[in-house]
């Protein structure tokens, strides 16, 4: 079972940081202690884990504030993220390794969502581009690729309430990745890829 500690921060990480409602607010420790069924000390302690991985800022006398996702973490998020999933892009082709059937599934998954189900959209997106990265089998390329999960998702569900077509869009650009990929047509798969991540990160940075 997990500790408090842990619920605290899997539910910070997954729920709290990933809401566009709250960018820019403090967290209410009561409130999320009294959410989540915990005392203070696990919700501290969790903030502290995630200070510590910048994804919140501790002000003294003040407490965790969520800052708004800025024009210098998008960039390189995305950035990072086009290495990561380009590389694994080639190397699943060259590996005759592409996890096509659970790259569809996730994309019929996405496109069975209502419009209120943003977090459930990104959730499969996460799954989706992941397991293209895990398909390399780097066991350390795939622990880095997951420790952008929490800002993954964050910039995700953002793009998504910033711009009203860019759902459409995403189940488009998938349909594209997995049809390069399908075709064994790596410089496709990774142009493809890039500007998935650049439409994203267009909206990102329009604002």
Known sequence: ??????????????????????????????????????????IREALLLLAAEELVQLVPKRGAYIAPIGGREIGELFEIRTMIECYAARRAVELDAVPLAEMRGQLDEQRELGEDQAREFIDHDHRFHSALVAAVGNEMLSKTYDGL?????????????????????VLSEHEAICSALAAGDPEAATAAITEHLSATRRVLQSG
């Open 149 to 169: 999960r929490a800002r993954q998702i964050r910039a995700g569900v953002e793009a998504l309430f910033r711009s009203d077509g860019r759902r459409k869009s």
């Open 1 to 42: 079972m997990p500790s408090g500690r842990e619920l605290a921060y899997a539910h910070l990480k997954d729920t709290v940081l990933s809401d566009p409602s709250m960018q820019g607010q403090f967290v209410n420790e009561q409130a999320l202690a009294d959410e989540i069924g915990v005392s203070r000390t696990p």
